[in-house]
T-cell receptor, first 115, second 111 residues
Framework: DAGVTQSPTHLIKTRGQQVTLRCSPK?????VSWYQQALGQGPQFIFQ???????QRGNFPDRFSGHQFPNYSSELNVNALLLGDSALYLC??????????????FGEGSRLTVL | DAKTTQPTSMDCAEGRAANLPCNHS???????VYWYRQIHSQGPQYIIH???NNETNEMASLIITEDRKSSTLILPHATLRDTAVYYC????????????FGKGTRLHILP
């Protein structure tokens, strides 16, 4: 049973560019959330997707956008990259039916470096 | 701001029990206490959660005080592989994915 998978694992971009990160949730999960983790800090919530719609959003600018597909996978898009966007981007999924619906499973993350 | 406070770092000898405290004095009646850990450069890993009763699983035990204002995560026999940052969070189970992580406790297991 594959867990949460993210791609790419590492990438380097320059300021002003755009990036797309991808996430496949754990089998049986239908809710995906994205977090940003700067070096030495705890993860910060970006947004959550359920039924292909953004349901909750953290304190992030509109440069951060996302999408959820019918197969529950998700993308995180960041436009006009800034140096401060350099971070580990984590995807988390959970199920909304059955047991353990509260348990979030995290992927290994995509490490973005902006030069 | 995070709803929990934890010590910045702790040391524990290998083979001994590691006891990680967490204060959550403003916890609401419908909020659970969750513990996650993050080993260097990996995603956070779920450990355990509880509402008001003590809980135990194959990884750890969770002791929640009667007033629910604090809790302790216990790793009964710490190994070097338990070296990680441990996050204590409170959230409404099954609904709220907008988790506010603090900086957690960096646990060092000493050989």
């Amino acid at each position: 049973d594959a867990g949460v998978t993210q791609s790419p694992t590492h990438l380097i971009k320059t300021r002003g560019q755009q990036v797309t990160l991808r996430c496949s949730p754990k089998s049986g999960h239908d809710t995906v959330s994205w977090y940003q983790q700067a070096l030495g800090q705890g993860p910060q919530f970006i947004f959550q997707y359920y039924e292909e719609e953004e349901r909750q959003r953290g304190n992030f600018p509109d440069r951060f956008s996302g999408h959820q597909f019918p197969n529950y996978s998700s993308e995180l898009n960041v436009n006009a990259l800034l140096l401060g966007d350099s971070a580990l981007y984590l995807c988390a999924s959970r199920g909304t039916s059955g047991k353990n619906t509260g348990e979030l499973f995290f992927g290994e993350g995509s490490r973005l470096t902006v030069l | 701001d995070a709803k929990t406070t934890q010590p910045t770092s702790m040391d524990c000898a290998e083979g001994r029990a590691a006891n990680l405290p967490c204060n959550h004095s403003t916890i609401s009646g419908n909020e659970y206490v969750y513990w996650y850990r993050q080993i260097h450069s990996q995603g956070p890993q779920y450990i355990i959660h509880g509402l008001k009763n003590n809980e135990t699983n194959e990884m750890a035990s969770l002791i929640i005080t009667e007033d629910r204002k604090s809790s302790t995560l216990i790793l009964p026999h710490a190994t070097l592989r338990d070296t990680a940052v441990y996050y204590c969070i409170v959230r409404v189970s099954g609904r709220d994915d907008k988790i506010i992580f603090g900086k957690g406790t960096r646990l060092h297991i000493l050989p």
